[in-house]
């Protein structure tokens, strides 16, 4: 094919879902000459599974997201048609913000974000290989012969890696949403040296509006008074559409029995695999069997549709017994099916290839981010896809990349999760992964990482300013909290009577009133007047930061302790084969992973407290150098 000189940028990112948006945006915003490339213009960021964003410790990483300067947030906000703060009667640690988002609207608005960013190209083409030279990346080719050249590359390609759709006995050559997959760039990665592994995915049928009967579901609307997810929202939309909710029954679970046989899941077809915490429904009948039934939400795809996606019917199962199943939950005995379900298993990346940041090893500036590590979800390939961004243009400007810690975010967990561990199935995301979730909280985002967005120049100086006052706020209003004292006087006592609450035998401090389970800063407001107005924001943080201040310093020592073991760092040249004792797991693991502390060396599976302390004894004794 004859090939020819493209153009030359800083950063290239391959793919422009969830993952590719964020890293192109990222690296166009720090002031990186940005190429995206995309097989289709018409699918930036497009959501081919249920276009909602948020929900448990997915939700926390949007809001991470927006603190460090991305956009899914704001995109979020600006598009959604329902939004819901779960786990409410839960503690802080749990809640999150789930939005229904208006599937069309999303992609079409992100991608005109991307188009009126001036430091980014957006381009459709199909990227077949790399350009390698000495084990450095320095470009791509694509199919048309075109040859970018750049200082780095970021590959997110999700599931359109050699990309397979399974419905029944079924099988085609395909991206998500019968798009053009990309199969020469999995080749050529496997030619490099790359571990790849082949995982699998599905979606339900979508079904239309009009010919449900919503007089058998049960409603689900959106909050009275709804959250954003970015801190740069004001105003939020509140004519919201309704979901709904229905369920599978004895007739549902015969039909799936029946035809087990022909589901992907349960024969040889099936290479794939498959996530553990997102199951079709053909998993559910079989792993829950003892369940007379199973959720099943009707949630709608936009504004201007009437695709309705049928959210807990994940399936492969073929098209007729889609048919059959669906019209056997209340509610869609008549229903039309406009989409059929499917699966989908594609290639991925295995993590323990990368550095944390993202970075892989064996191709020195090549990144790779999104579900080709081995995710599943757009907010988890969002999260890693603004990191691989930000350290691709740090690379090009000469600077340590940004690694975020365990304690300091959901995206951390999630990043050291994969490169450490590494994944044999779909990763997802868990609030139980994160080992320090109450400092990892929806409502603190912002405090967390707003410092780190504005330092390497994603937050505004003006966003900054308001993070400050707002930071200045809570501190504020927490002192005269400690400082204020609470008389027991008749109207205070009645008032704790009411609520089932003490009565005060003494003044008592506002901070320490409010550390009782039952008192809220509404009801101390109630009692301490206030010079100054303050926000639900506040509020909410001078709570949660007074009521749960001893659990906070706890926390924080843990973390002080596991920091001691992240800054004793591994040297590069270590030579594990010399170290005498090492189990041979952890030497394997060790040599394989390569980690950059102890602390990260500890958290690999198969090594154990003895090799660490052992480790210990060669690094401070200096028996580290590799012979060459």
């Avoid at 090939?3 to 002031?31: C, K, N, P, Q, W």
């Avoid at 099988?171 to 592994?197: D, I, W």
């Avoid at 350290?391 to 999760?417: C, S």
């Amino acid at each position: 094919m004859q090939t020819y000189d493209a153009g030359t940028f800083d950063v290239i990112v391959v793919g422009a879902g969830h993952a590719g948006v964020e890293a192109g945006l990222a690296s166009g915003r720090m002031g990186a000459k940005t190429l995206m490339l995309t097989i289709n213009l018409d699918m930036v960021a497009f959501m081919p599974c249920n276009p909602s964003v948020g929900g448990p410790a997915k939700g926390v990483v949007v809001r991470e997201i927006d603190a460090l300067g991305g956009e899914m947030g704001r995109n979020t906000d600006k598009t959604y048609i329902q939004m819901r703060m779960l786990n409410t009667g839960k503690g802080p640690a749990v809640r999150a913000l789930r939005a229904q988002a208006d599937k069309w609207d999303y992609q079409h608005e992100m991608k005109h974000t991307i188009e009126k960013e001036e430091n980014i190209t957006l381009r459709q083409g199909l990227v077949d290989r790399l350009v390698i030279e000495d084990g450095v990346c320095k470009g791509v080719i694509t199919n048309s012969g075109a040859i970018y050249y750049a200082k780095t590359v970021v590959i997110t390609t999700g599931t359109f890696s050699r990309g397979e759709i399974i419905v029944g006995e079924l099988r085609y050559s395909s991206g998500p949403n019968n798009q053009q997959p990309s199969v020469k760039l999995s080749e050529h990665l496997e030619e490099l040296g790359f571990e790849l592994r082949r995982f699998k995915t599905g979606t339900p049928p979508r079904v239309k509006s009009s010919t449900i009967d919503y007089s058998k579901t049960e409603e689900q609307p959106g909050d009275d008074h709804p959250r954003a997810f970015s801190f740069d929202t004001v105003d939020m939309m509140l004519d919201q559409l309704p979901c709904w909710l229905t369920y599978t029954n004895e007739t549902t679970h015969e039909i799936i029995q029946a035809n087990l046989h022909r589901s992907p899941m349960f024969t040889a077809t099936k290479k794939g695999t498959g996530a553990r915490y997102c199951p079709s429904i053909e998993d559910k009948i079989v792993r829950f069997s003892d369940k007379p039934r199973h959720q099943i939400f009707l949630e709608p795809e936009g504004k201007n549709t009437e695709e309705v996606y049928v959210q807990g019917l994940s399936t492969s199962l073929p098209e007729e017994v889609q048919r059959e199943m669906l019209r056997s939950i209340p509610g869609l005995e008549n229903v039309e099916m406009m989409r059929v379900g499917y699966a989908i298993e594609y290639d991925a990346v295995m993590p323990d290839q990368l550095w944390p940041s993202l970075e892989t090893k064996l191709v020195e500036g090549l990144f790779t981010a999104g579900q080709i590590n081995g995710t599943s979800g757009y907010e988890e390939a969002a999260g890693q896809g603004l990191m691989a961004g930000i350290n691709a243009a740090r690379k090009v400007f000469e600077k340590e990349p940004v690694i975020l810690g365990r304690d300091q975010a959901y995206i951390g967990v999630l990043i050291d999760d994969l490169v450490t561990k590494g994944t044999e199935e779909p990763y997802r995301l868990l609030t139980s992964r994160a080992e320090y979730r109450l400092l990892l909280r929806h409502d603190n985002a912002d405090l967390r990482l707003t410092e780190i967005g504005h330092e390497i120049g994603l937050i505004s100086d003006e966003r900054y300013e308001r993070f400050l006052a707002k930071q200045s706020a809570i501190e504020a209003e927490k002192e005269r909290l400690q400082k204020t004292r609470i008389k027991p006087t008749a109207e205070v006592q009645a008032m704790l009577k009411e609520i089932g609450s003490g009565e005060l035998k003494d003044g008592i401090l506002a901070a320490d009133l409010l550390r009782r389970p039952e008192i809220t800063y509404d009801k101390i407001a109630q009692i301490v007047s206030r010079e100054t107005f303050v926000t639900d924001e506040i509020a909410e943080q001078v709570e949660i930061q007074v009521k749960y201040e001893g659990y906070i310093q706890k926390s924080n020592l843990q973390v002080e302790k596991m920091k001691r073991m992240e800054d004793k760092k591994i040297p590069e040249n270590i030579d594990y084969d010399a170290i005498s004792g090492l189990a041979t797991e952890a030497l394997e693991k060790l040599k394989k992973i390569e980690p950059l502390s102890i602390a990260q060396a500890s958290r690999i599976s198969g090594v154990n407290p003895a090799d660490i302390s052992i480790l210990l004894v060669y690094i401070e004794q200096g028996k580290i150098a590799k012979i060459k």
